[in-house]
């Protein structure tokens, strides 16, 4: 994206087509409106970057199928020099067609037409280059299908569109659409923008537009064009006094059989450009954050370093990405339609003046006419960026080149010399919408994303505070770990061969977060159809599932102009989350997960887990939509990304944090009803505050031992390349348990039948180790260092006999026998171990034994008495006695 620099935001407004409200497609669902069609082939225009052409950067929607466009913007055209009534010296015309057909060769290769050339859309920058707009009416009205006006200026159409007419393709009697234009219209556009300039006049003002078109029709049984056009309009003797080569470049651009017209690649080579073409170098397209490609290649530094250094004075917002400045002028409080209100372009009319007419049997009609405001207005409206600048005004100019050594800051929210205002420890929501906060978040993440993946630690340091909304897409690929040319690996994938997956597919779609407006569009069920189906292509062992559609609609919303990357970032976070779910039989794998997902229900929430088993409301039931879609399912997009911004700087083990998080919201509901009731309660889910769901979700992940959540289905990982994603220093809730090598203290799989048959979930032996070395738990950003003092967080519980405890044990448990600890109706029996027991409650409690059904029985009784955070040794005291750790207790004197 291009840096504002000198230009301005501009916008302009037009309507789509109504279409009728009684008509449903093919597939039995309304008729997509054309507001949303055109909304959605827009986005591909914002990915074209060219110094000849205008950028554009946002489209907005509103009511009546009204829409706005945001565009880069400048005052001055070649509507100008028209203004000014003297011809255009003959090298600033060459440079002037050079530079114009730059910008349409360049469209052209992108499969576009401008078709809406005029002088108004000319625009030119404040070194006097060209920069053309509104090049992609055409384009995102589906060449003027959607649109109830057509495209390009009577005096400036090429003779083909003219002849053809135009008529609405909604109009019955008109069966099929119109032929689309081709570059070469352009050319002749361009003819009469040069031949006006060389006039210093305009052609065919004089005339109605009736007399106009007739006039260009008739010049097809001309000889020489230019000669009859200069002696119509009384300019002859100034156009014989152009140079040769000026006279030339008008014959061939008004030429009027479209068979031989030039294309404007061909101009660009054409020998009247020979003197101008050695002035400008071709332009390359800048390398993406993904490719194979050197990014830093075309970077090189002035001879004279001093240039480097800038002023006080310097408007630092300048040199920022123009949608970034776009971006920042809507927090600022922006509002397209107030500013075309303001200019007159959107005048409100009493409803009474809105009603259709209507027609009587004889012919009549009543009602009003046609109105003219849903004609094109093309006037652009320059947006003021005095509101921004003034919010900004307190933002030094060190913020926009922030450093990003490690050394800079011992802050761990912050990475430059400039600590984050207090805005850091505002709701994420009021962040999001802070013009300052968000300029900042902005600037350092587009420098750490620059440097990955040399970077790569800040992007997981800074993405624990938060991740500004404009970069969530890079940053997700970045967390990711997304490197190389995807786009030459997606393009290596076959999506167009039918496959019996494509039905399915094509059904999912449409019910897929429909409403949103992008997702909805056809483009971006083209789209979902592409990413989708080179998912299912490329991964041959794993089967489509419904719900992947859900898994892709994150990402493909935030890069719907990179297929590659949203594929890319798919396929990462699959293996990760979901390792196996899309197995053609993935019935083990998926009971697995639900059992796993049940004990730490009991492990942190015993009370709910009792009454929700108690009514037989188990978790498959309600949470396999959950986690087969990772909440995609169950939550709107907007939801779903700030879940995801933590959930992606956690191993595969947090979305049971999430699970368990989503059902203490619930809690109350939950206990209060029976099983009918919580049905009726998960089919239509309440409200969920998501801020909430993180930060608790974050609590239960930091308390639970990450060896309680062990899956054997999970994915297995040789080694741990990723920083950890909830604190500084490595701890026993960071990462997955299979990142961590085997050893003879680990924990063993059980069978799935053994696993459904225990309440609480098994720790390995040296989590057992670590937990007891531990005496406070690890927060979520800066994990704090074991105190000298206090009660630890766990408590070991040895239920073997007093004989067996006294030959041996870990050193801090308690002995509580098996047979004593319960009375007959499953009571604790009053007792100093037993008293002991109750004052950790709360705490992580670990039963020891030397038989494993002990120790689940033990363990499902405290959590009948609901006792949290209950679980059980895997393998028991045997697996402790190779470790020398048992200790023995001292010998009375």
């Known amino acids: 994206m291009l840096s504002l620099k000198d230009a301005q935001l501009g916008a302009f407004t037009f309507f789509a087509s109504a279409l009728p409200h009684d008509v449903c497609g093919s597939n039995g669902l309304p008729l997509t409106p054309n507001s949303i069609k055109i909304l959605g082939r827009f986005q591909i225009l914002k990915t074209i970057t060219h110094p000849r052409l205008c950028q554009y950067v946002d489209i907005s929607r509103g009511k009546h199928e009204r829409l706005i466009v945001v565009a880069e913007h400048y005052e001055s055209s070649l509507e100008d020099f028209q203004k000014q009534g003297k011809s255009v010296s003959p090298e600033k015309v060459l440079q002037i067609a050079y530079e114009v057909l730059e910008g349409l060769d360049f469209l052209n290769k992108d499969g576009l037409v401008h078709r809406a050339l005029g002088p108004h859309n000319v625009l030119l920058d404040c070194k006097g280059n060209v920069k053309l707009a509104k090049f992609g009416l055409y384009h995102m009205t589906d060449h003027g299908a959607d649109v109830d006006f057509p495209i390009g200026y009577p005096s400036y159409l090429a003779p083909e569109v003219i002849a053809q007419g135009w008529s609405h393709p909604s109009d019955p009697s008109h069966r099929e659409p119109p032929r689309r234009s081709g570059p070469k219209v352009d050319v002749w556009s361009l003819g009469v923008l040069l031949f006006e300039l060389c006039a210093g006049r305009r052609l065919l003002q004089s005339f109605d537009t009736s007399e106009r078109l007739k006039f260009i029709l008739s010049l097809g049984c001309v000889d020489d064009i230019v000669t009859v056009v200069a002696e119509e309009h009384g300019c002859l003797e100034v156009i014989k006094e152009l140079p040769e080569n000026v006279l030339s470049l008008l014959r061939k651009c008004l030429t009027f059989l479209p068979s031989g017209r030039p294309t404007p690649a061909d101009l660009l080579k054409d020998p009247v450009f020979q003197e101008v073409s050695i002035h400008y170098t071709p332009f390359r397209k800048p390398v993406g954050l993904f490719s194979s490609s050197l990014r830093c290649a075309h970077l090189e530094l002035p001879d004279d370093i001093s240039k480097l250094c800038q002023d006080d004075k310097e408007d630092y917002l300048a040199e920022r990405a123009i949608d970034e400045v776009y971006y920042l002028w809507c927090l600022a409080g922006g509002d397209l339609e107030k500013e075309l209100t303001n200019k007159g372009i959107i005048q409100s009319k009493p409803p009474v003046c809105t009603l259709p007419n209507f027609i009587l049997e004889d012919g009549e009609s ?74 900042l978040r902005i600037v350092l993440f587009d420098r750490i994303l620059q440097a990955y993946p040399y970077k790569k630690n800040l992007v997981w340091k800074e993405a624990r505070v938060d991740i500004p909304p404009l970069l969530r897409g890079l940053a997700w690929a970045t967390l990711l770990g997304i490197e190389g040319d995807i786009q030459a690996k997606y393009d290596s994938i076959d999506k167009d061969t039918p496959i019996p997956t494509d039905r399915q597919i094509e059904v999912d779609i449409p019910r897929c977060h429909q409403y949103d407006e992008l997702l909805s569009s056809p483009q971006g069920h083209v789209k979902f159809r592409r990413v989708l189906k080179a998912w299912v292509v490329s991964h041959p062992d794993l089967v489509y599932w419904q719900g992947l559609d859900s898994l892709c609609a994150p990402f493909l919303y935030l890069n719907f102009n990179n297929e590659a990357l949203a594929y890319a970032c798919m396929s990462a976070f699959i293996p ?162 299979q990142d961590s090598p085997k050893t003879d203290l680990s924990r063993e799989p059980l069978k799935l039948s053994e696993l459904k048959a225990e309440v609480s979930p098994r720790i390995s032996a040296e989590d057992l180790i670590d937990l007891c070395e531990l005496t406070a738990a690890t927060h979520f950003k800066t994990p704090t260092k074991k105190p000298r003092s206090g009660k630890p967080k766990v408590i070991a519980v040895d239920i073997r006999s007093s004989e067996d405890f006294n030959r041996g044990h870990i050193s801090g448990s308690i002995s509580v026998p098996y047979h004593t600890a319960f009375g007959p109706e499953g009571e604790l029996v009053p007792g100093p171990a037993t008293a002991t027991l109750q004052s950790f409650r709360g705490r992580v409690i670990v039963v020891i034994s030397h038989a494993m059904t002990r120790a689940s029985v033990f363990a499902a009784n405290l959590v009948r008495l609901n006792y949290p955070r209950v679980c059980i040794l895997d393998g028991g005291i045997n697996k402790l006695r190779a470790t020398g750790l048992l200790t023995v207790p001292s010998p009375q004197i």
């Open 576 to 737: 990760k989350y979901l390792y196996n779910f899309f197995l053609k039989d993935n019935s083990h794998v998926i009971q697995e997960y639900l059992t796993v997902f049940s004990q730490l229900i009991g492990f942190h929430d015993p009370e709910l887990s009792n009454h929700l088993n108690e009514i037989g409301f188990i978790p498959d039931l309600y949470a396999i939509p959950w986690f087969l879609t990772m909440f995609t399912h169950v939550f709107p997009l907007h939801k779903i990304f700030h879940l995801w911004d933590t959930l992606l700087l956690g191993n595969s083990s947090f979305p049971f944090c999430i699970g368990v998080a989503i059902l203490q919201q619930l809690r109350d509901r939950l206990l209060a009803n029976g099983f009918n009731e919580c049905i009726l309660l998960f089919s239509d889910l309440p409200e969920i505050d998501i801020e909430r769901c993180v930060r608790e979700s974050i609590n239960l992940f930091c308390w639970t031992p990450k060896s309680a959540t062990y899956r054997q289905h999970a994915q297995p990982v040789k080694n741990m390349t990723e920083p950890n994603g909830f604190g500084k220093a490595p701890s026993y809730t960071t990462t997955d348990y």
């Open 366 to 439: 009543f009602g009003r006419g046609r109105d003219r405001s849903f004609l094109l207005d093309d006037t652009t409206v320059t947006l003021s960026l005095s509101q921004l600048k003034t919010r900004l005004t307190d933002v030094a100019g060190e913020a926009y080149y922030p450093l990003l050594e490690d050394e800079q800051s011992s802050l761990p929210h912050s990475n430059s010399s400039n600590e984050l205002p207090a805005a850091v420890t505002l709701p994420l929501i009021i962040r999001e919408r802070d013009t300052e906060y968000q300029l």
